[in-house]
């Protein structure tokens, strides 16, 4: 008689932003899609954004005192240093008594103890990279892990080929699922604006200089606006000011939703925006990140532009005005919307976190990968 395998323990490491956090949460989905007695683990800091929101969304977290070591300044650094040893140690417990039967690193302050601690105990690790060029933690976990999951072909040169999957980027659930109902025709136009989890100052200060340009389409204009922790009063004031149709908050938990009541996204171009914009298929005008490693955010939003599916402005030439112009462009243009939806939703690839699942099944019962 075949022996029954029993359910799986998976272990997620990392998190502190949207970016790290959410394709680590569409992972977890999709294993627990597939078997709903899956247990799953989070690894995070009580700094990150996974200690705001996996609790509501049913997962449990367990955090670590582990710090950034990267752009901190020397004296930062070194303290950052000194604490991966001790985050390490605080994983080996969690890490015994859980007894995972994979651990996955998904980017961010924690997923670099976690994992390599894993490794240490002999467990099964992976990592998954969302980023065309990955960061320095994940380009060092890579020469342990047994499985490097890529967003992009051009990252394999950073990895041994033999162990790497290009899979695509996870997103969660609620980004993948058909929308069957119609699209309504509405008479307003909605905008909705964010800079990633954590917010950005530069576009809530590039929005707020536009709005006297945009106080001609106040009354067909609403706007979502997610500004992070720090800009929420400024933003909301200048709303007021102006008297714009605005809700005004620091952090959207339904962003899937969100995406659906919008005619037109303003927002960054990380790699997890760019997998959710293109699932969800939406059109959106993107102002990059200036500092990320390797402009990898202008990149990212020109694979989109040269498609026709978004536009772009660099944070260095934008103004009010010209913010303006174009959301007024693109408000009167509803033709052009829908192309621009139209494209995005042919460069989204709903199946990364299956993807990733199916490799990961093959790791854990001892099958070879297969690309």
């Not at 490794?119 to 380009?139: D, F």
């Not at 927002?267 to 914009?277: F, K, Y």
């Not at 293109?278 to 059109?283: D, L, P, V, Y």
């Amino acid at each position: 008689m075949m022996e029954k395998r029993k359910s799986l323990n998976i272990m997620i490491a990392g998190g502190g932003t949207g970016g790290h956090l959410f394709p680590g949460v569409a992972i977890a989905e999709e294993f627990i899609k597939r078997d709903h007695k899956t247990t799953i683990l989070f690894i995070g800091t009580e700094k990150g954004l996974e200690q705001r929101i996996l609790k509501d969304l049913g997962y449990v977290l367990h955090t670590i005192d582990v710090e950034g070591i990267r752009g901190k300044g020397l004296i930062k650094s070194a303290g950052g240093i000194v604490k991966i040893p001790a985050s390490m140690i605080q994983c080996y417990p969690v890490i015994r008594d859980f007894n995972p039967d994979l651990v996955i690193g998904v980017g961010g302050y924690a997923s670099g103890p976690a994992v390599i601690m894993a490794y240490c105990m002999g467990k099964k690790t992976a990592i998954a990279e969302q980023n065309a060029m990955p960061g320095l933690t994940n380009r060092i976990l890579g020469r342990f892990v047994d499985r490097v999951f890529i967003t992009f072909a051009v990252t394999e040169k950073w990895f041994s080929k033999k162990k790497t999957a290009v899979t695509g980027n996870p997103v969660r659930a609620g980004f993948v699922q058909e929308d069957k109902k119609q699209r309504e025709e509405r008479e307003s136009f909605t905008l909705l604006i964010y800079g990633g989890s954590q917010g950005a100052a530069g576009i809530n200060s590039a929005v707020i200089e536009s709005l006297p340009y945009l106080e001609n389409m106040r009354d067909g204009l609403k706007i979502m606006h997610q500004t992070g922790n720090r800009d929420v009063d400024r933003v909301s004031k200048a709303y007021e000011d102006y008297h714009m149709d605005a809700h005004v908050c620091s952090f959207i938990k339904d962003m899937a939703g969100a995406y659906d009541a919008a005619d037109l996204l303003i927002c960054r171009a990380g790699a997890t925006t760019i997998a959710e914009i293109t699932a969800r298929g939406k059109a959106a005008l993107f102002i990059p990140f200036p500092y990320a490693v390797g402009d990898h955010q202008r990149l990212n939003a020109k694979v989109l532009v040269d498609a026709g599916a978004a536009e772009m402005i660099l944070e260095r030439d934008i103004n009010g005005e010209k913010l303006a112009r174009v959301v007024e462009e693109l408000c009167h243009d509803r033709t052009r919307i829908k192309k621009m939806e139209d494209e995005s939703r042919a460069l989204g690839n709903g199946r990364a976190a299956a993807h990733i699942v199916d490799e990961c099944m093959k790791l854990i019962h001892g099958e070879k990968i297969l690309n």
